[in-house]
């Protein structure tokens, strides 16, 4: 355990430094305390490790799908290279391949542990999928060939490999060595054809004859191939392309699928001519003429039952003439034809069976269905062919993520209040029957501590997810658009709209817990506060302030169109045209003529109408910030809740505002420059000089409790903020202070103190009254970055913990802001709420991302919070629950430096020590890049501040002393997505959106790095595989059964020869040594593999035995056939037979 010393760091020692990049000092004003000498930092290098943990969501980009049916596990491929694999609910696992090519095929290597995976850049993969972290084994990658189909039949270790030329290779899958068997094209094909067939489409063994393999080329020949022979033994010709061809179980029929919207049956011994072409989408003319050309069918399989109507599955194939129509997939079985629509385009398909031999009756009972943007299994077994309910987290992307929240170690009654609430949401009709992809088992981990994730989507809907164990489930979804108008056409469309697509998208929130209090801010300029309640309420109107949050010192602030005031553009070539609506509520100053800039009206319109609101989050409070002379309000940048003290602040590039959600009071709205004190050495200078004036609305001394009918509301409901209240001079006054009365539902005046107390000598405010222009280009618009409410000391030197709330900037600067809070319960409600601004606490480079404050032992004091209660229930369960925290008192006050606040921003951090705001520890992040995300996270049982750079550095620091602990390059910045995503949480966690469809989870934890073998799910578990099925009497004596190949003896070195060594290049796999060492880790590892190896053998044996005993029955009835044959002609002549 390392202890820091305050006085080695007034003796000038800096501290070690990371990179060259960074630099680290620690020093310290004379006059810094002495008396709180040590500080003891239990965090080391050594609890630090960077890797990757589990990746949820929808593929991104999926191009292909393959399907185990006995592990029962689902395989997709992507188009960037990566494989997911999906077992039963919680069971996933994320796979890449290096270069990145696109997986143009999947093919299991069923009951085997083992999957082949084939790539756009012509390379062929197997991979061991018997470990937790699934590895290469083998790799081949062929120079002179274009691979474009793969088959790997049942229990066999030989894979087709067809190609562009349309030759076929087959490669041994054990050694992933090339057989020296090659099937040219121009041997397979009619020796008088002209001209090439195309590449190879289709390659399978007949069902009953291994040693007869069906070619499928996409010119529109099928060639039957003789194995042994080495010849064809049918060709079958038809004039359009093939995309697809499938078997009937018996070997005696296929059916193909064609680029005209055909399908074609032919019969294996009839290659004449088609048993039948059918159209299945196709207008059938009377005159018996062909019918209409329909588009390509891309797929289809034909699917046998015993007890009734084959299954013909297949995707495409719609007329022309529908045009728009989504995507098909169509079930034909027996007379009736279904055609299921999907949302997106069909990428795939697969008919699950309840058999993986192919020459048994297949029994198919669902298909799953890969969409371009979701995964579908359709329920063949019922009527109607219900969907399954899908357990996967696939509806990340449903409508793109705007941000995201990643909180570890939740209050435990948190999930299963969400969840209740949520599963009221779920929909019905969905089949009855379990989930059928449902292999593999969880992880053993011992992570017990609950997580949630919040994401935020671009319809305005959050979305909160059960994150804990490593797995991922939807609790609750909140439509925040619910409490606004929607415009039904273009042409009813508010012409005050600023974003014309997703208006009600979510930009940041502010989350509690503990009190379970919500705030989000969206696009539009809107922030909406929400309580969570158990009970369904019916609101009959929604509370409602606008709020007017205008550019600094615009010509529109003053009254006096004589003034050299410049017009800030917030919003170049922002409409201006004039709101054909009236506003709600519009005050009579202010406001502008119907022909004029528009002004005083909100981007979005409130619901008039009752809403009804759900069990969950429900509305407390929408604040709207409205257009000011023509120009628009500009976004949101912070937001914060504090269920404590009742309030709610956010600010942006015009200043910040503070919101009383219980009194639905505005307190504050100032301009950011207005925060600085006169005195302030931070101070900037303002964008152009103004004229001292009175703001257009009522300002008087806290006596005055006169109420002017300008400033009451239209509505007791909407208030609406006219002008800011501008702090003014008043010369030598001992605290200059005003009230803005606002109109309550009661139609009581609340008065609002706002006091200025730059320092605790002066209380007078002065502004800085330069004249020069050249201040306007001085610097760009400062906007508010980042709050953070706290119980601190809000002046310096102050000896007494108050409410404050901290403010960070996009300029570095801090400052303090003191709350005054009135007593609890009813007084709450009915007194108003002080705020004062106290100056600038210390400046930074760069914006400021993150604040928080440490006790005199380096623990973290979180801001106060109210706990849960619900609004809606009874008086006397209210007053159960509802008890404010109280402050929590430092927990060592034996020197004068009680707390320490941690400042980051985008490019350094500072410990500064309070109250005397002397810095204590410094250190510089980076220096060529910035800080795109920074927490201060609890960890190991410490605290420290983590970063992650623009440069994709992933960064920890100690505290107080802001040690660097961790610095990994891990993920540069390719991707806007990522940075808007980024976040880090407790105990060593993070994640970030990947892609816009799935959320990659990492930790940077040790401990939890360790562990990670154990907590991961397992995709492979040994399972029997079925029987096969019975021959039966008559098809054993008289050879009607299954024809078996020795395919060792065809294809193996001995006959077949060697393959050219040009034609491809074998490359060991890195899973090979590394995978087994991880699978085999620890004893359990070991027994698991020898039961899994006992479990073969005797699988094997068993086999060996049963065919022993067949071929045994088999030799004695032929052998009494034999003896029944001899004793009937024993006595006969010749003549006489």
């Not at 010119?219 to 359009?240: I, M, Q, S, T």
């Not at 809000?794 to 960070?808: A, E, F, M, Q, T």
């Not at 007053?879 to 320490?900: H, I, L, M, V």
């Amino acid at each position: 355990m390392k202890k820091f010393n305050i006085r080695k760091v007034l003796d000038g020692l800096t501290a070690a430094s990371s990179s060259s990049s960074s630099s680290s000092s620690a020093t310290a004003q004379p006059g810094a305390p002495r008396e709180n000498d040590v500080i003891q930092e239990t965090l080391q290098s050594e609890h630090f490790q960077l890797c990757k943990t589990v990746r949820h969501g929808f593929p991104y980009q999926p191009s292909s799908m393959a399907f185990d049916p006995v592990q029962k596990i689902l395989a997709i491929g992507t188009q960037a290279g990566a494989m997911r694999l999906f077992g039963r609910a919680g069971v996933e696992c994320y796979c890449q391949h290096e270069s990145g090519a696109a997986v143009i095929q999947l093919q299991f290597l069923i009951n085997e542990g083992a999957l082949v995976s084939a790539l756009a850049d012509d390379s062929i993969h197997l991979w061991n999928l018997r470990q937790k972290i699934p590895a290469i084994l083998h790799s081949l990658k062929f120079s002179r060939e274009r691979i474009t189909y793969c088959h790997l039949p049942f229990q066999s270790k030989w894979l087709y490999i067809g190609t562009e030329r349309g030759n076929i290779h087959i490669v041994n899958v054990e050694s992933f060595t090339l057989s020296g068997y090659v099937i040219m094209w121009n041997k397979a094909i009619e020796l008088s054809t002209k001209t090439h067939p195309g590449p190879v489409v289709h390659i399978s063994d007949n069902p009953m004859d291994e040693g007869k393999l069906l070619i499928g080329f996409e010119c529109g020949v099928v060639v039957l191939w003789d194995l042994k022979c080495k010849k064809a033994d049918y060709r079958y010709n038809y004039d359009e392309a093939i995309h697809s061809v499938a078997w009937h179980h018996e070997g005696k029929q296929f059916v193909c699928s064609h680029s005209d919207g055909t399908l074609t049956t032919w019969n294996v011994r009839a290659p004449a001519k088609a048993a039948q072409i059918i159209t299945p989408h196709g207008k059938q003319p009377k005159d018996g003429k062909k019918p209409e050309p329909c588009k390509p069918i891309l797929k289809v399989e034909y699917k046998t039952t015993r007890a009734g109507d084959p299954f013909h599955v297949l995707s495409g194939g719609l007329s022309y003439d529908t045009v728009g129509r989504r995507a098909c997939l169509t079930v034909m079985h027996g007379k009736s034809t279904a055609v299921l629509e999907m949302d997106y385009p069909i990428v795939d398909f697969l008919t699950l069976c309840e058999t993986p031999y192919p020459n048994d009756f297949q029994e198919p009972y669902a298909v799953v269905v890969l969409l371009e943007k979701d995964l579908v299994v359709i329920d063949l077994g019922q009527i109607g062919y219900p969907i399954f309910e899908n357990p996967y987290p696939l509806t990340i992307h449903e409508s793109p993520v705007t941000c995201c929240e990643y909180f570890a170690d939740c209050p435990a009654e948190l999930i299963p209040a969400l969840y209740s609430v949520g599963s009221r949401q779920k929909r019905q009709g969905y089949s009855k029957k379990e989930w059928p992809i449902s292999g593999g088992n969880w992880g053993q981990g011992t992570q017990s501590y609950p997580e949630i994730i919040i994401t935020g989507h671009a319809d305005g809907s959050i979305k909160f997810w059960d994150a804990s164990a490593f797995m991922l489930q939807v609790l609750y979804k909140l439509k925040t658009a619910k409490v606004f108008e929607r415009a039904r056409g273009k042409e009813e469309k508010p012409s005050a709209d600023i974003v014309e697509e997703d208006p009600f998208a979510i930009q940041t929130l502010s989350w509690c817990p503990e009190s379970r209090m919500l705030c989000v801010a969206g696009v539009s300029a809107h922030v909406i506060a929400y309580r969570f309640s158990k009970q369904e309420i019916t609101t009959e109107e929604v509370q409602l302030l606008e709020v007017r949050m205008q550019g600094e010192f615009n010509d529109g602030d003053s009254p006096d169109p004589g003034g050299d005031q410049t017009p800030t553009q917030l919003t170049p070539g922002a409409s201006s045209s004039p709101q054909e609506s009236e506003p709600l509520a519009q005050p009579s100053t202010g406001s502008n003529s119907s022909d004029g800039p528009r002004d005083n009206i909100p981007c979005l319109q409130v619901r008039s109408s009752p809403l009804k609101q759900s069990p969950g989050y429900q509305v407390e409070l929408v604040i709207q910030l409205v257009w000011v002379s023509g120009e628009p309000p500009q976004p949101i940048t912070s937001l914060a809740i504090n269920s404590s003290y009742g309030l709610v602040v956010f600010g942006n590039s015009n200043g910040l505002a503070v919101v009383d959600y219980l009194q639905k009071t505005l307190l504050l709205n100032m301009g950011t420059s207005e925060l600085y004190s006169p005195s302030d050495p931070y101070q900037r200078q303002p964008r152009s000089p103004r004229k001292q004036r009175q703001p257009s609305g009522a300002l008087c001394d806290s006596n005055d409790g006169s109420n002017t009918s300008e400033d009451r509301c239209k509505s007791p409901t909407s208030v609406l903020m006219s002008n800011r209240p501008h702090l003014y001079s008043q010369g030598s006054s001992k605290g200059a202070k005003m009230s803005r009365k606002i109109s309550s539902s009661s139609e009581k005046p609340d008065i609002v103190l706002l006091s200025c107390c730059p320092d605790a000598k002066d209380n007078s405010f002065t502004r800085s009254r330069s004249s020069s222009v050249t201040s306007i280009d001085r610097e760009s618009r400062e906007a508010i970055s980042s709050f953070h409410f706290c119980e601190s000391y809000p002046r310096k030197n102050d000896s007494v913990i108050s409410p404050c709330l901290l403010v960070g900037t996009t300029q570095g600067t801090v400052m303090m802001v003191a709350l005054s809070l009135p007593p609890g319960g009813d007084q709450r409600l009915q007194q108003p709420v002080g705020i004062s601004s106290c100056g600038t606490l210390v400046s930074l480079k760069g914006g400021i991302l993150t604040m928080a404050l440490l006790d005199s032992t380096g623990t973290l004091l979180p801001p106060s919070y109210e706990p849960w209660y619900d609004p809606n229930a009874s008086d006397e369960e209210k007053e159960k629950t509802r008890r404010r925290r109280p402050a929590s008192p430092p927990s060592s006050q034996e020197g004068p430096e009680s707390q320490f606040a941690v400042l980051c921003s985008e490019k350094q951090a500072k410990v500064v020590a309070m109250p005397s705001h002397t810095r204590i520890y410094k250190h510089n992040i980076t220096e060529s890049s910035f800080v795109l995300r920074a927490d201060v996270v609890v960890m190991a049982g410490a605290n420290c501040i983590a970063c992650f750079c623009a440069n994709g550095h992933i960064m920890t620091l100690s505290l107080p002393s802001l040690r660097p602990l961790l610095d990994v390059n891990y993920l540069p910045l390719t991707d806007m997505r990522i940075a808007r995503t980024f976040c880090f949480s407790n105990l060593g966690q993070a994640l970030y959106l990947t892609s816009a469809t799935e959320i990659q989870r990492i930790t940077y934890s040790q401990e939890t790095c360790d562990n990670l073998q154990e907590m991961l799910s397992e995709l492979f578990t040994p399972v029997e595989t079925p029987e096969a099925p019975n021959r039966g009497f008559f098809k054993g004596l008289f050879g009607g059964g299954a024809q078996s190949l020795d395919r060792e003896d065809l294809f193996g070195e001995t006959t077949a020869g060697k393959a050219s060594r040009s034609l491809a290049q074998h490359i060991p796999g890195p899973g090979g040594m590394e995978g087994m060492k991880g699978a085999a880790s620890g004893v359990v590892g070991d027994l698991a593999r020898a039961r899994i190896a006992l479990d073969e053998r005797g699988q094997k044996l068993g086999e060996l035995e049963e065919r022993t005993a067949a071929m045994m029955s088999s030799a004695e009835s032929f052998s009494k056939h034999a003896h029944d044959m001899m004793l009937k002609y024993k006595d006969k002549k010749w003549y006489q037979l």
